[in-house]
């Protein structure tokens, strides 16, 4: 399977959370991102975590990891169409400089 | 942090011909890499691009293929050679930075369609 699993579609009304999860297999993993990606754009960092922390909140994202499941999340309060785009989880073991992603997970909010 | 422009930012072109990506970083960073994203995928790391010396290549991607040059540290290029259909992708330059949670930005693309 792939390092990096995640759900390939999401559809949430406006103003509802957004939980997008995310899986990795290395048990290394140091660092923990989640990018996102507006139609013809780059990846944008959004936020990370690091492989000792187990929540991380900035304004309306919250991340949560489970380490013994590798399992990663990013919930979005209060959904907005703005927040509609490609979000990408991806996971770097320390010492190296190049992180593996996953497929990513198109966010589609709706009215 | 770390702004990356690239051109163009997507093209059409014809198989069999070539088509150079420039990427440009306002800041010098010592660690330049591509990428390329196609439909419903992954990221796939192409290759890191080392200044002063011949591109580091991943599993999958020859220098033949996909030349790289860096000749210094703000700026690298990218070329798709001999052009099929199954180039269509998106290309992306990408630099890290040494912060404290080790970022890697990311340049906007080039949306390159091989007809």
């Known amino acids: 399977g792939e390092d990096v699993e995640q759900s390939l579609f999401l559809s949430v009304r406006e103003g509802d959370s957004s939980v997008i999860n995310c899986t990795y297999t290395d048990s290394s993993s140091t660092y923990l991102y989640w990018y996102k990606q507006e139609p013809g754009a780059g990846l944008q960092l959004l936020t990370y975590?690091?492989?000792?922390?187990d929540m991380k909140q900035d304004q309306r994202l919250t991340v949560l990891l489970n380490k013994k499941d590798k399992h990663l999340s990013l919930r979005i309060a209060d959904t907005q169409t703005g927040d509609s785009a490609i979000y990408f989880c991806?996971?770097?073991?320390?010492?190296?400089?190049?992180?593996?992603f996953g497929r990513g997970t198109s966010l589609i909010v709706h009215p | 942090s770390a702004v990356i422009s690239q051109k163009p930012s997507r093209d059409i072109c014809q198989r069999g011909t070539s088509l150079t990506i420039q990427c440009q970083v306002d800041s010098q960073v010592t660690m330049m890499f591509w990428y390329r994203q196609q439909p419903g995928q992954s990221l796939t790391l192409i290759a890191t691009?080392?200044?002063?010396?011949?591109?580091?290549?991943e599993s999958g991607f020859v220098i033949d293929k996909f030349p790289i040059s860096r000749p210094n540290l703000t700026f690298s290029t990218l070329t798709v050679s001999n052009m099929s259909p199954e180039d269509s992708s998106i290309y992306l330059c990408?630099?890290?930075?040494?912060?404290?949670?080790?970022?890697?930005?990311f340049g906007p693309g080039t949306r390159l369609t091989v007809l």
């Open positions: 990408s630099v890290h930075t040494e912060s404290s949670y080790n970022e890697q930005f």
């Open positions: 691009a080392n200044q002063g010396s011949e591109a580091t290549y």
């Open positions: 975590i690091f492989s000792n922390m």
């Open positions: 991806a996971e770097k073991k320390g010492g190296s400089y190049i992180p593996t």
